[in-house]
């Protein structure tokens, strides 16, 4: 089964830059769409951005300007930059793998494959 793994977490400055990956061992990541979800403390996971595998992607407007989604298929890795980083940033940030792309790519339904998540710290 399909596993998918996050790295790149840690202690990010404000104004800083940190650059999340998501890849799936063993498994080609080519043919899902991959979101990233966040949970901060006391709050739901929230959808954030989404890459389908033509490359196509979309942003919340929280994080639109500052985070992008990019996927480089010769790694089989999606990237999640995060520049600019607020503490209200911080949470835990997870990878995720849908067979669809389409308007509800922010919901956790739509997505069949989650990481174990990975932490991200925004402080000075």
């Known amino acids: 089964q399909l596993q998918l793994v996050e790295s790149g977490g840690g202690l990010a400055q404000p104004g800083g830059s940190l650059r999340l990956s998501c890849t799936a061992p063993?498994?080609?990541?080519?043919?899902?769409?991959i979101g990233w979800f966040r949970q901060a403390p006391g709050q739901e996971r929230e959808g954030i951005l989404c890459?389908?595998?033509?490359?196509?992607?979309r942003s919340k407007v929280s994080v639109k300007g500052r985070f992008t989604v990019s996927r480089d298929k010769d790694k089989n890795t999606v990237y999640l930059q995060m520049n600019n980083p607020k503490p209200e940033d911080t949470a835990v940030y997870y990878c995720?793998?849908?067979?669809?792309?389409?308007?509800?790519?922010?919901?956790?339904?739509?997505?069949?494959?989650w990481g174990k998540g990975t932490q991200v710290t925004v402080s000075s």
């Open positions: 995720a793998a849908s067979r669809a792309y389409d308007s509800y790519w922010d919901r956790e339904w739509k997505y069949d494959y």
């Open positions: 063993g498994f080609t990541l080519d043919y899902y769409a």
């Open positions: 890459v389908s595998s033509a490359g196509d992607a």
